[in-house]
């Protein structure tokens, strides 16, 4: 027997907000990480590429160029709302199902974004 | 007991239901609607309707011609007012549903495509694909949603209508979940509960169709009409009984026998063209294909299957693409069920229970004799189908009846007072002893499974594709003895919450006196019309039997069978004329 | 004789059950790496803007070995994002061409072709 | 019937008015070869225990009935074959009612959730006039159709509400089915609902929940693709977002 009673009023979410640069973010690390992390992470270190590859003055140079800039934050920041977003919903997935827990995964997540996008920023405009 | 008032109580929730609410709430929004059906909408029988609802659409098609493949495909024992004022509101009804969405199949410029169908002239049957009962009923079922004045009481159980003063005055029902009885009073009812195939062993209809709306409004003294008329499909799967829709052969499958021949041109079917000539072969109407089996069945020329006797629908010349386009669910039906993939091989089929001509007696404006009680749909018999369906106007029928039934309803409902409390009360405690008799009873002599056996055997050997006086005489006798060994039924389940057991043993009542009547009738019909052959009537006989059985009820007694004529406006009877011969 | 249905909750454990669970659960927590790694880059991008020095011992930390076995373990889950993106692509994007889909072969591989251009692109980069 | 083998089908019971949770009940039942779970119920129904609960009806996987849990995988049990699950025609099959969904009574679900979200999405065609019906029906190209069409084939048997997470931890979740009907009708070329239907799909019950673990898609026995519907929703609602927020005026609607 159905019930006519008690029916939710639905309101559209801001959740665009975060589902944008976590799409897009994903987009971006698949294209771009495996890449990354293989020449950072892995080559150089062991010495597959030469450290010259890079050295202060190269990678400065990169840094300091506009187009370099634009380039390192969109490669940077978005994967970092990629990640704090698919993050967040893991530990929902994991067991974080009341509002207040919720809340603060969504806190600690976005937070964590919100830091490491401000330190980003904060390095490319530190020099040009 | 709990009271519910509301203007207009529709019991079924299928497609004439919901096309009978819909009109409605659209007849007058101020009228409350209560929508009854002892299952969830969607569950309906009317979602396994496959091949499509005909409505005239083509430019060299005419009402006319609808009118004649009906009548003549019906044994002129159509009511023809009833069959010309379906034909013209065919096509509008079906426009009313692409409008609410049915995803209808296209022609490349975008318009509904039609097909061609057993025992219809010219193509005119609409399809969603091969799942049009599907669309359709989902398409209705969705579009009630928009409007406010319909209520759903979703797996709520109609046991009984309740009559005051001659006329209706509501039901009694009862919550399945909670098995809290409800009286629903009401100014006007329609019954649209489908028909009542599971009275056989072997049929193409679910579980639910047990005929509990024939059921009650003969328990409340109407009369139950053509109920002799029983349609086998020709083409179920062996085994389960899964419909294989006529729209397969309407798209080109073939019927061969044993030995790869199609057995069809011996019957009065042919040419054999290669290709779908209408009116033709595997084009000819359901009642003669199913003979057709028999026949061949007693020369020893089925194919010899670990379900028995089979034929073969071949579809392999149609080729993977046009069968993945046109008859898709076909297709996973015979992988599923059979093992059998069409696009590589013939599928095993037999005939199969699957329609129910006759039902509650209804005139053209779907009304009953009961001042303010409707019935529209396979319950009903109002009567287009005669003593043979066409396949592809049942969906329409609902549309159309549905429809008015919803209009009438509205109307009467606006006309009369609310029914009183106290005479409703009372007559629905009287009707729930039976209800509450069933729970109580500790321990009967009878099981319901064991009832419902005998009840399938006696109809399968006695009421099937032909019946004899001895045959039929015997089942009605039997189901005399079942009658009173029903008296004795126990049930296990004993509890209130959800019990199937309880529904179980009602339906089971309610098919032991469905099938009565279907016995009875034909046992008094003596001549040979349509689906009802009698081997020792073989010929129609229209001086005696050009008329409708009404079977009424007789309180501890058999039913007794009455006639009324039937309805000729301007096509007399004449010979059925398929195949070749056919204009 | 009345209702008094069962409320079950799914346990915390359920991607546990069925490796279709237990592969979502994988992807989901690529999400782990791929913050981390860029967090870690953008940590460098700081230090890069402190100086030479700066950038020399963050160079020098992505050599410690437990460097190398994270940027192993991120290279691994960051190239299983790319190819569970990839995949997933056709489903969120069905292209359709005339009166059919676009079947999902040839929208996968387009996406491979492009991963493959973008991973050269960067490695020409560095190695030039 | 000369085949005797028997198999031992092992069903989570619950009876409302004994028990405060479900327990398993073994039956040893006849093994038939084309027999489906759900005839292996009838059997036990019909023979050995009246009182056993569960839905169904057409046998034909289409009416959505009999969706229930067959070794912890939802499926209808119209089209869950002994064969499938048996060696030789012994063995265990478990069957439970479906998860995620309050449980009445044996394997009968309480299903009035998703009868409220399904009417939430607005599940019709929404117009702002209505085409009269003298004049005929709309043009609707193949390929329009073709668009939506495997939308439409969902029967409301709930085997992706049993199968989808979010929906298990998050109770107001719409879900697969109602999410994509709702796609179903936006993607309509005779529809003109999108932005009513907004509301509610792109709301924080809507498909935002999702996180496209796509165990809907893969459990769905009619190729209704819930999980693709529900991405394309994302990107066309946030799509949508972006530009309320970005042309002045826009939302005002």
Redesign the interface.
Known sequence: MSKTTGRKTYTRANKPLVWFPFAGGGLVAALMLPVMIFVTGIAVPLGLIDAEALSYDRVYAFAANPLGKIILFGVLVLPLWHAAHRFRMTIQDLGARTSGSRSVVAALCYGFGMVFTLLCLAALLSFW | MDVIETDIAIVGAGGAGLRAAIAAAEADPSLSVTLLSK??P????T??AEGGAAGVAKAEDSLDHHFNDTVSGGDWLCDQDAVDFFVAQAP?EL??T????C????T?????AVRPFGGMKIERTWYAAD?TG??LL?TLF??S??YPSV??????YTTDLLIEDGRIAGVLAH?I???KPMVILARSVIICTGGAGRVFPFTTN???KTGDGMAMAFRAGVPLKDMEFVQYHPTGLP??G??ISEAARGEGGILVNKDGYRYLQDYGMGPPDPWPRKKAMELGPRDRLSQAFWQEQQKGRCIDSKWGDVMHLDLRHLGEAKIAERLP?IR??AL??VGVDVVNAPIPVRPVVHYTMGGIHTDITAGTPVPGLYAAGECACVSINGANRLGSNSLTELLVFGAVAGRNAAAHARGVPMPSHTNALAQADGHRKRVVALLERSKGTE???GLRTALNDTMETGCGIYRTEDSLRATVETLAVLKTRFANVA???K???????LT?AIELGNMIEIGETMALSALQRTESRGSHQRLDHPARDDAAFLKHSMAHRVEGEAPRVEYRDVVITRSQPAERVYGGEAK | MSRKPYEPTLPNTWWLEKPFYIRYMLREMTSFFVGAYVAILIVGLWQLSQGPDAWGSFLGVLSHPLSVIFHVLAFVFATFHTVTWFALTPRTTPIMRGDHFVPPGPIIGAQYVIWAAASIVVLAAVLW | MSDTTTFTLEVLRYNPESDDVPHAESFSVPYQEDWVVLDALNWVKDNVDGSLTFRWSCHMAVCGSCGMMVNNEPVLSCKAFLRDYLKDGKGTITVGALKNFPVEKDLVIVMDSFMEKLEAVKPWIIRTTEKPVEEGTFIQLPKQLKRFKHHTSCINCLLCYAACPQVGLNPGFIGPAALALAHRYNLDSRDQGKDLRKDVTASEYGVWECTFVSACSEVCPKDVEPAGAIQEQKIESSIDWALDHLIPGRKAR
């Open positions: 299952v969830y969607m569950r309906s029988h979602v396994a509008k426009i009313r692409e409008h609410w969405g995803p209808w199949s296209r490349p410029d975008g318009k509904v799942k599907f669309h989902h969705q579009t949603m928009k209520k759903r009481l979703d797996e709520v919550e979940r909670s098995g679910g579980a639910i085994g389960t899964i419909l669910f996973d039906l599923s069920y099981s319901v499974v049930i296990d389940d509890s209130g919450v959800y019990n199937t057991d179980g």
